[in-house]
């Protein structure tokens, strides 16, 4: 005749569930900060394939090499929400230096949504159906600024059709290799009092996340 448990084991069992579900839970919560730096991280090598895909030279064009495809960082009262976001864009046209509608990537997974999440004057992040929500790092991560370091001065990076990546703004190139990156690129991001290193390599446009022992891609 089998034994059924007893109340007191089946308090203890109860007990030891809690105890492992305490320990357990807390190590699955995600982390946004970390989060925001994945999904940045896809952006980045996306804009780069785009610029292996798509290449700009144009000999008609003494001034193809602005039309490179970039992500950029900026962030908007109005358009923005006030939180940081970014957009991919091939500039054209008067080359601003800014996207406009027509130069701004579309989502792959998605022909009716664009790669932005808000840009002022052009697309507003909480009334136009197009923008890619989670590119607004500041609504959706809780990402407070966006800050870069030997990146040209600029809050973007560009890349060729080689790969290669280029900084500071691409109005004011005056040549095809003008901005071509020398140094190491970095977009800090920060999450209240944390923060993660983007950091982006010379030559090669491999980028990887830093920590904070380290001062190159592994």
Not at 164 to 185: A, E, N, V
Request: net charge positive.
């Amino acid at each position: 005749m089998k034994k059924a448990f007893t109340l007191l084991e089946l308090v203890f069992v109860i007990v030891v569930i809690g105890i492992l579900a305490a320990i357990i839970v807390p190590r699955t919560k995600t982390n946004p900060l970390q989060e925001a730096a994945i999904q940045l991280i896809s952006d980045i090598r996306y804009t780069q394939h785009l610029a292996m895909v798509d290449d700009k030279y144009d000999k008609s064009n003494n001034q193809w090499y602005k039309k490179r495809w970039q992500i950029l960082f900026g962030t908007s009262t109005t358009h923005t929400n006030g939180f940081e976001a970014y957009s991919i864009f091939s500039d054209a046209g008067a080359f601003t230096g800014n996207p406009g509608i027509s130069e701004l990537a579309k989502d792959p997974t998605s022909t009716n949504k664009l790669l932005t999440g808000g840009f002022a004057g052009v697309i507003n992040y909480a009334t136009d159906a197009r923008v890619t929500k989670k590119m607004n790092l500041g609504a959706s991560y809780g990402i407070t600024s966006v800050t870069t370091s030997d990146c040209g001065g600029a809050n973007r990076i560009a890349f060729d059709n080689l790969g290669r990546p280029f900084k500071g703004d691409s109005s004011s190139w005056t040549s095809s290799i003008d901005g071509i990156l020398k140094t190491k690129c970095k977009f800090i991001l920060n999450h209240g009092l944390d923060t993660i290193t983007i950091q982006i390599e010379p030559k090669t446009g491999y980028v990887c996340v830093l920590n904070s022992a380290e001062t190159a891609c592994r």
